[in-house]
């Protein structure tokens, strides 16, 4: 269903960058820097891999200049389910609930600018965190990042291979 979701998200991709966004030291939070770290050996030219921590903003000079048609972001994601659980998104806010975890600016802000400046389109994967303090992940969100990991991988050589 995931892989269903992302395909469909990313049809029509040219380019892609995959923004991984978290703090490694608020447990779970670290899933989509962890996600950014595994795809990094993906060697496609069509594709950039940003280990963003807490600041995407900060990477959108990089971005605008690879000139991605979809931006992928991996984050965690409060929205009700089991710790683990995922979810595939064009909205941050789309689902009832959603709140994709707390950085420097609003990851709906962040989307909002990368669509105006860049015209990409934007897709979120959130991860439902079990822990957000301390460091390390918990065994469930370890298993979310090595499925989300082997999803993003099939679906980008996939689509772009």
Avoid at 74 to 88: L, R, Y
Avoid at 90 to 109: D, K, N, Q, R
Avoid at 115 to 125: E, M, Y
């Amino acid at each position: 269903m995931i892989t269903d979701k992302l395909k469909e998200m990313l049809r029509g991709a040219v380019r892609v960058a995959v923004v991984g966004v978290g703090s490694r030291i608020r447990g779970d939070d670290a899933l989509g820097l962890e996600v950014a770290r595994r795809l990094s050996g993906v060697n496609l030219e069509r594709v950039l891999v940003v280990e963003a921590e807490t600041t995407p903003e900060n990477f959108t000079g990089v971005i605008r200049r690879f000139n991605p048609s979809h931006v992928v972001v991996v984050d965690a994601a409060h929205f009700g389910g089991s710790p683990g659980d995922v979810v595939v998104t064009a909205e941050a806010s789309s689902l009832g609930g959603v709140t994709f975890s707390v950085h420097h600016t609003p990851l709906s802000v962040f989307a909002k600018f990368v669509k105006s400046s860049i015209g990409a389109s934007v897709v979120f994967v959130g991860v439902q965190p079990k822990n957000m303090t301390g460091e390390g992940m918990s065994p469930e969100v370890e298993e979310a990042v090595e499925a989300v990991t082997n999803i993003l991988r099939e679906v980008l050589l996939e689509l772009l291979g």
